[in-house]
């Protein structure tokens, strides 16, 4: 089943104005930190390689954007935007790449391997899809418990291909959990195409699996936030999971260091054509937003995010083992906690 224009149309009843001028507002932010992040990854600044979300924005950001404070999200290394709903801050996602002291994990862990359990936010682990395990997980601890509260999470298409990706539908269907699986199709797995990744689109396999799997325009933002809010809906009445399959295109390497020569410029060229933020940009303007004062007020966000973080400190090497272990037996459940400080 495909969302349609008309039904990204009836998502927008559920978005005020500054709603939608905050989708585009998430989506600039999140594609200026990322370019200003690259810079600092050529400068030597940011540790590794660097993975990013261009052309993917929103489908980070309209999902979240649905989503309640109770929540809890699994957010992946191209989906930015999902923190930044969130509440995590500029500063605090450069401080991450660069391993400072006041990035999110401290200077803990991998650059884009980040979560702030405080803001409902999971953080994530390089092997996909596994984080549909721990959405799953959680999901179960809500439906044991009885709370109205959703698990989401985010994963690619290659890793549709793996053990742990049926084993998570699986269970989410036949336990009808309150669990939302958004599938970011972006065209290749690492440099395999989708017609070598599998025989059968895999929004069809949610069927299989007790569940509706519904296809969406992944670089519409509204449509994205209607599908998830829908979902998230059906999940809290007790209708069990379901599978959003976001189109899209990765519109660059899988990492820093790839360069994507294998995907046909005309390719590219076509989906340069659908950018999310130029299509929430012509919405915004018909509204009447100075998008430039907009754009103008992102960019001094992340230069000054920038600076803070480049002032912050590296971590002290003698609190290298505080954090491994709960030291408090409450500090097991603070993660699935109910919180409420964060609101749209």
Not at 86 to 104: D, E, L, N, S
Not at 144 to 157: H, M, P, Q, S
Not at 175 to 196: G, K
Not at 261 to 282: N, T
Request: with cysteine; charged share 25%; glycine share 10%.
């Amino acid at each position: 089943m495909a969302t349609t224009s008309a039904q990204a149309a009836e998502g927008a009843e559920f978005l005020s104005p500054e709603d939608r001028v905050e989708l585009l507002r998430y989506m600039l932010l999140m594609r200026g930190i990322e370019e200003r992040a690259m810079n600092l990854y050529r400068q030597g600044k940011v540790p590794g390689s660097f993975y990013d979300g261009y052309g993917q924005e929103a489908v980070s950001v309209g999902p979240a954007f649905a989503m309640a404070a109770e929540d809890r999200l699994c957010i992946l290394h191209r989906d930015l935007g999902a923190h930044l709903v969130r509440g995590v801050t500029p500063a605090r996602i450069f401080g991450q790449y660069m391993g400072r002291a006041g990035g999110v994990t401290g200077g803990r862990d991998g650059n884009v391997h980040f979560g702030d359990w405080r803001l409902g936010c999971v953080g994530m682990v390089s092997m996909l899809p596994d984080m549909m395990l721990v959405a799953t997980g959680m999901a179960m601890a809500f439906r044991i418990r009885g709370e109205k509260r959703v698990a989401l999470t985010w994963f690619g298409d290659g890793s549709t291909s793996r053990g742990d990706f049926h084993e998570a539908m699986n269970w989410a269907g036949v336990q009808r959990l309150p669990v939302i699986f958004v599938l970011e199709n972006n065209q290749y797995a690492y440099s395999t195409p989708l017609e070598q990744q599998f025989a059968v689109d895999p929004v069809e396999r949610a069927a299989a699996y007790g569940f509706p799997g519904v296809t969406v325009d992944g670089n519409d933002p509204e449509a994205m936030f209607e599908a998830t809010r829908q979902a998230r809906e059906r999940a809290v009445s007790g209708e069990g999971p379901t599978l959003i399959e976001a189109v899209t295109m990765r519109m660059h390497g899988h990492a820093a260091h790839d360069d994507m020569k294998y995907v046909p410029k005309e390719q590219l060229e076509e989906w340069r054509r659908k950018d999310p933020i130029d299509r929430q940009v012509a919405r915004v303007r018909e509204l009447g937003v100075d998008v430039d004062a907009l754009r103008a007020e992102v960019q001094a966000q992340i230069d000054a995010g920038t600076e803070e973080a480049l002032a912050m400190p590296m971590p002290d090497p003698s609190t290298v083992m505080d954090g491994l272990f709960a030291e408090e037996a409450n500090e097991l459940e603070d993660g699935l906690a109910p919180w409420s400080g964060w609101r749209r």
